[in-house]
């Protein structure tokens, strides 16, 4: 679908999930004149976003985040809320696709007209989120969602970028959490504000059960990231719909809890610093793929470094010069 450069703010406004689905694909567009146009729309809306709870959601792959997300989307739909889901799907390192399956696995949202779900290629950005994801945060906020659930591509060495657009950070976990204790880093569990032990159904409720002990445990080990709260660890099966009142309820204790202290504003303040200076490097590699004089130096510096005549601190030393800094 190609995007339109002119999109049509009032109906986005006024909730036009049509709308808003072609303003996201303005704003995840390359193209030089929409990502101009993608800035002004961005300022345009602005006032309009910023009030929506906004919940980051990884865990490994398999332990079930977007069941989960279809059940917890539903559950807060029937309690009032429209809800926005933000999905990344990982990338082809091969190939740049993406499988782009998220719809098909939240049957429920993807009908639903209170839902808005939107699947993402990460395109190779670190941190388990895509490389707009931020913009389109702002955009379904100002379409009139008041909860935005983003679902990052899972665990991995650099998931942690999630928390730093979001306000509360869940992690999912799998019963047998011995094993899975070891495979998850430990910066991912600090950065947690709740751990949901998911699947803790049927015969797996044992075993979920003692997974949320040594994650308790664990948690007492751990320096807490923040002094105002300390990360609850709840049991939840999204295929059965259980806890989802308990995980929901701890999510508004935690925003009311940063709110109270003024803490809420003061990490989004943190969070736009960051977004601020991922724009400035965004910036640094467009120049570096579009600028005419660039690529055609780059590639001999390139050859060097792999001929081993340059080594690659004074590579980056001749392409910093080239860009003048």
């Known amino acids: 679908m190609r995007p339109r450069s002119s999109p049509d703010i009032d109906k986005l406004l006024a909730g036009d999930r049509a709308e808003l689905a072609r303003t996201i694909t303005l704003v995840e567009s390359s193209r030089p004149d929409h990502r101009a146009a993608a800035h002004g729309l961005i300022e345009t809306v602005m006032p309009h976003a910023g009030k929506a709870v906004r919940v980051g959601i990884t865990g490994v792959p398999g332990v079930g985040k977007s069941t989960l997300i279809d059940a917890l989307g539903a559950f807060l739909i029937e309690a009032g809320h429209r809800v926005a889901v933000l999905a990344v799907d990982p990338s082809s390192t091969r190939t740049g696709g993406a499988i782009l399956g998220d719809k098909t696995r939240m049957a429920r949202l993807a009908t639903d007209p209170a839902a808005f779900v939107r699947p993402s290629p990460s395109s190779g950005t670190l941190g388990g989120v895509a490389g707009r994801t931020r913009e389109a945060m702002l955009l379904c906020e100002a379409a009139g969602y008041d909860v935005v659930l983003v679902e990052t591509v899972g665990v991995g060495q650099s998931e942690t970028a999630v928390a730093d657009l979001t306000d509360t950070f869940l992690v999912l976990a799998l019963p047998g959490a011995g094993d899975e204790l070891q495979g998850i880093k430990k910066g991912v569990i600090e950065l947690a504000d709740i751990i949901a ?15 949320a002990a040594d994650y308790r445990a664990a948690l007492h080990i751990l320096v807490p ?14 295929l059965e719909g259980t806890g989802l009142d308990a995980l929901w309820g701890k999510v508004v204790e935690h925003r009311r809890t940063l709110e109270g202290a003024g803490e809420l504003a003061a990490k989004r303040r943190r969070q736009d610093m960051k977004w601020m200076w991922a724009l400035v490097e965004d910036r640094i590699r467009t120049r570096l793929r579009s600028d005419p004089g660039l690529r055609e130096r780059v590639p001999s510096i390139e050859a060097r470094l792999g001929e081993g005549t ?8 001749e392409i910093a010069s080239l860009l003048g800094i």
């Open 225 to 238: 990231g923040d002094a105002l709260w300390r990360p609850p660890v709840l049991l939840i099966s999204g």
């Open 197 to 211: 032990v998911n699947k803790a159904d049927g015969p797996g409720g044992e075993r979920a059960a003692a997974a």
């Open 310 to 317: 340059l080594s690659p601190a004074a590579a980056a030393d």
